[in-house]
């Protein structure tokens, strides 16, 4: 019963996410690729905070870096896990050590630590815009040292037409939120998502720097 409730529930926040999308006055942009691109959430889910926060201060280069709310999440995830792992393992090792201990601390444990290594890679991954390259791109290494990567793309900068922003409402088993999400808009109305959270006065912000980088508009549906 409560499964149907709550499929009922995604359904209806789905519709009403869809109306919001097609009811969008987009002709205020005054650019006839805003009425070929799609309006709906491009990555589903997302946070009720500000996981990202647009560095400014580095001349050719900007980038989008993890806040330190977003370190501190990830690294409570994981303080946790590693007690999960540890405190078990410790107890296993000792003479009153059982067998049911050392599943917990793989099971849960390790589990959770290994999850947060992963939580912390992806969120910590750089989001760039470099004018020296002309490209934007997510990663650790310049364009020149980037194998192709179809997940992670290398986009070149005058490919981008606008940055879109666009709201989702995310909802989950204890809260329901809206997360914002801001996209690069390319010429070909292909959309390129570049971070996603819940904080819309800081991803303005943001947005607007990034729109006098790049020479383009701020398509602002949120």
Request: charged residues 25%.
């Amino acid at each position: 019963m409560f499964e149907k409730l709550k499929k009922k529930f995604e359904s209806m926040v789905e519709q009403a996410q869809k109306r919001h999308a097609e009811s969008a006055d987009v002709s205020r942009f005054n650019h006839p690729l805003a009425e070929q691109t799609d309006w709906h959430p491009l990555k589903r889910g997302g946070s009720n905070f500000c996981t990202h926060r647009l560095d400014a201060t580095k001349g050719d280069l900007l980038v989008f870096k993890a806040t330190k709310g977003a370190k501190f999440f990830i690294g409570l995830f994981g303080f946790f896990g590693l007690l999960g792992l540890i405190i078990p393992l410790t107890i296993f090792f000792s003479e009153d050590g059982e067998w049911f201990l050392l599943l917990f601390a793989l099971l849960f444990g390790g589990i959770f630590t290994g999850v947060s290594f992963l939580l912390f890679y992806f969120m910590t991954m750089p989001r760039v815009f470099d004018r020296f390259y002309g490209h934007y791109y997510q990663g650790r290494k310049k364009p020149d040292e980037m194998k192709p990567n179809p997940k992670r793309p290398l986009i070149n900068c005058n490919d981008i037409v606008a940055l879109q922003l666009i709201r989702e409402y995310v909802r989950s088993d204890k809260s329901s939120y809206h997360s914002y999400e801001l996209n690069l808009v390319l010429r070909d109305g292909k959309r390129i998502n570049v971070v996603d959270h819940g904080k819309i006065d800081a991803l303005r912000e943001d947005a607007e720097i990034l729109s006098t980088y790049l020479s383009v508009p701020v398509w602002d549906a949120a």
